[in-house]
């Protein structure tokens, strides 16, 4: 018999422990299930636990054979216990979050993901996927020193660039790892340059309406030339071997909004070097300026979707001027262009693999062939998020979301998964466009 995982929660003071005799639980939407070693993985390096405040843990009472909201400790009446949750290292993503009741008057939790987690005997397992093994963001490869050390040395090589001055603020005091990466000279540099956006996402990193939910970061407060754009970009590329440079990050709004510096930042670039990766990471809302964005050089295009269905997608990135339709056209584009298309699948168990949702996606892969999927766990509060989506369109029960990535890997085998955006020498297309992996 797989073992169950122990169930972990949290004291007032967030010390966490485990209870014995209850298993950790897993939900998605409406399904509890208790979590065993088989259906987990342990926990990352890099990965952090959470205590979730005014939430009761929901338990699996092994002897009693049924699930519980415990609000105070069993074996202690009088200390108070919250739910404990995962936030997973990149790479991975949460096939169950962790299962809790909201207590009355509860608040929105922060912008993080909230994977389940318990105790193996050993140490802590989550429920997730590992989806791409690459060490691009591992915490371990970025050794502070060696961070500040790459500040210095570029800090004299362009002392004046103040977009290296916003991601010298965003490796330094944010720790954002695309930042780092770029003072380490690794994988992919960020060149963040919109500060406006044409969404109003729920799970806004940047920037937040709603009165409970405090943004991760600033947003770039100005939009650099095209040739401190440039200056940036030559000398990553310049540098690493096989360099990706990528517009749009979680700091800025979206780059589409200021193409008037990126096209020319792009033209600068490339009548430099043909060298390098340039990516845009986009709400795709803009297909006229894809277009020409393309023309100017750029070789491959993320774009950010958490449902191919209308409703749902308006729900929650609340566009501005613009409809699904426009991105649709957007990814058209590219793929007639021959172009690298990912998305940025912003997956929620409990939403992603209802069988509405993923049938939607996958009559999406039959008509648009794009590359790439790039697994994303929705950083927002797991029961608000359901709760409006189900206000949208109804839903029935989870697949699950081990069963759904098997499936599309079954039925689409030409499509990749991953986290991070690819490198073009890691792709080709064939004269039909259909990509194929070296």
Request: aromatic share 10%.
């Amino acid at each position: 018999m797989d073992p169950f995982l122990t169930g972990v929660v949290a004291g007032a003071n967030g010390e966490i422990f485990e209870l014995e005799g209850y298993a950790a639980v897993g939900m998605a939407g409406p399904v509890l299930v208790p979590l065993s070693r088989k259906q987990t993985l342990r926990m990352p390096h890099g990965g952090e636990l959470m205590m979730l405040p005014e939430r009761k843990p929901v338990l699996f009472n092994i002897d009693e054979n049924r699930f519980e909201a415990l609000g105070e400790n069993p074996y202690n009446p009088a200390e108070p216990i919250f739910p404990v949750a995962a936030f997973n290292s990149p790479g991975y993503f949460n096939t169950h979050v962790s299962a809790f009741q909201e207590r009355e008057k509860a608040r929105h939790l922060p912008l993080f993901s909230y994977g389940a987690v318990g105790w193996n005997g050993t140490g802590f397992s989550t429920a997730s996927i590992l989806v791409d093994p690459e060490p691009r963001q591992d915490l371990r490869k970025m050794e502070i020193e060696n961070v500040r050390a790459g500040v210095k040395k570029i800090l004299k090589i362009m002392p004046e660039n103040r977009l290296r001055m916003h991601l010298e603020k965003c490796a330094l005091t944010y720790g954002c790892p695309a930042g780092k990466n770029f003072f380490l000279g690794r994988y992919e540099a960020p060149l963040p340059t919109s500060t406006a956006c044409n969404a109003d996402c729920l799970g806004c990193i940047s920037l937040q309406n709603h009165p409970e939910i405090k943004c991760s970061q600033d947003r770039i407060a100005f939009t650099p030339t095209p040739r401190e754009i440039a200056e940036v970009a030559l000398y990553h590329i310049g540098r690493v071997d096989r360099a990706i440079v990528s517009f749009g990050q979680g700091c800025e709004g979206d780059p589409l909004l200021a193409a008037h510096v990126i096209e020319p930042a792009i033209a600068l670039i490339r009548g430099k070097t043909s060298k390098g990766t340039i990516n845009l990471n986009t709400n795709g809302s803009r297909p006229e300026i894809v277009e020409r964005l393309f023309a100017a050089g750029l070789d491959s295009i993320r774009i950010s979707i958490n449902s191919v269905r209308e409703n749902c997608y308006k729900a929650y990135f609340r566009p501005r001027g613009y409809v699904l339709g426009d991105v649709l056209a957007s990814i058209d584009w590219a793929i007639r262009l021959q172009k690298f298309v990912s998305l940025n699948y912003l997956n929620c168990p409990g939403f992603t693999d209802t069988p509405q949702e993923f049938t939607a996606l996958c009559d999406f892969l039959k008509e648009r062939p794009v590359n790439m999927i790039q697994w994303r766990n929705l950083n927002f509060d797991p029961l608000r998020y359901w709760e409006v989506m189900e206000k949208v369109e109804p839903h029935g029960m989870p697949l699950g979301m081990k069963k759904i990535f098997n499936k599309l890997k079954k039925e689409f085998p030409r499509l990749r998964h991953g986290y991070f955006n690819p490198p073009r020498e890691s792709f080709e297309f064939r004269p039909d466009g259909n990509e194929v992996k070296l």
